[in-house]
T-cell receptor
């Protein structure tokens, strides 16, 4: 079965640079979520989109922005990168319903030097 | 605010032994409950979920979990652990009115041969 695709899988950036992470949801899923998992931490919710509209917002820094496109893929844009942004970034997708089970991608590991 | 507690940060069991990972949540109404497993450097794989109905739910890889409303718990169990079960296990909660997950801090399982 098709899963959530994230690219790139690994990314190395310098401080103050910009990064763009991409997420391709499972076909027919209409909702995308972004989570950040720091080293040894639990995943923290950043933001979600349903039908290209922001549906929920968590602890996402102002330096980050995201959007969902007409083909339902999503991009997380991160500017003015800081060392503390080094983390594993997960994308999850779901079909919006009462159950709304989220299926996670493999993650993008971002390292900021 | 809703929260999820996984009291055990690390658990070590021998292969073939039984396993129980604890999860407690704080929420007034019945939440939607999930267990995910994360192998090193990998994404989050859904093991099982509870929404309503039978309080004992079966998942993949021989795992099961029991929802106990009186104890606000959703403990994960497996009767006989395999070496391949070594991983980090996250309990997650989704509350009505929102679709984001709140994760516990995770339990790292080590399996001795």
């Amino acid at each position: 079965a098709a899963g959530v695709i994230q690219s790139p899988r690994h990314l190395i950036k310098e401080k103050r640079e910009t990064a763009t992470l991409k997420c391709y949801p499972i076909p027919r899923h209409d909702t995308v979520y972004w989570y950040q998992q720091g080293p040894g931490q639990d995943p923290q919710f950043l933001i979600s989109f349903y039908e290209k509209m922001q549906s929920d917002k968590g602890s996402i820094p102002d330096r980050f922005s995201a959007q969902q496109f007409s083909d339902y893929h999503s991009e997380l844009n991160m500017s003015s990168l800081e060392l503390g942004d080094s983390a594993l970034y997960f994308c999850a997708s779901s079909f919006l319903s009462l159950e709304n089970t989220q299926y996670f991608g493999p993650g993008t590991r971002l390292t900021v030097l | 605010a809703q929260s999820v507690t996984q009291p055990d940060i690390h658990i070590t069991v021998s292969e073939g032994a039984s396993l129980e990972l604890r999860c407690n949540y704080s929420y007034g109404a019945t939440p939607y409950l999930f267990w995910y497993v994360q192998s090193p450097g990998q994404g989050l794989q859904l093991l099982l979920k509870y929404f309503s109905g039978d309080t004992l739910v079966q998942g993949i890889k021989g795992f099961e979990a029991e929802f106990k409303r009186s104890q606000s718990s959703f403990n994960l169990r497996k009767p006989s652990v395999h070496w391949s079960d070594a991983a980090e296990y996250f309990c997650a909660v989704r509350t009505s009115g929102t679709y984001k997950y709140i994760f516990g801090t995770g339990t790292r399982l080590k399996v001795l041969a």
